[in-house]
Nanobody
């Protein structure tokens, strides 16, 4: 049974940083992605990384501030979020099973972790 478990969210002041984790079990995928969803908004793509090649892609709104490190030995992918802004406040989700910026393309999702940025 495939499981994706996120952790690392929290409350942080604007300009601060967090490191979100996504631990995968029950399977290994060729790529992992991060999405986020703010209240009243659709789930939006944030970043993705290919597991073997290290190829990454980012939404324009986070490029230069977020990175997607990974630890193959731990079957874990991270989302390093820096220079946070209040508009980054959302529930952040890890997803696997596709290489797409559209949420509907993914089968496997984690439960989400809340990131709240205060001004």
């Amino acid at each position: 049974q495939v499981q994706l478990v996120e952790s690392g969210g929290g409350l942080v002041q604007a300009g601060g940083s967090l490191r979100l984790s996504c631990a995968a079990s029950g399977g290994t995928f060729s790529s992992y992605s991060w999405f986020r969803q703010a209240p009243g908004n659709e789930r939006e793509f944030v970043a993705a990384i290919s597991w073997n090649g290290g190829t990454t892609t980012y939404a324009s709104s986070v490029k230069g501030r977020f990175t997607v490190p990974r630890d193959n030995a731990k079957n874990t992918v991270y989302l390093q979020v820096n220079s946070l802004k209040p508009e980054d406040t959302a529930v952040y989700y890890c997803a696997a099973g596709s290489w797409s910026t559209r949420a509907r393309g993914y089968v496997y999702w984690g439960q989400g972790t809340q990131v709240t940025v205060s001004s």
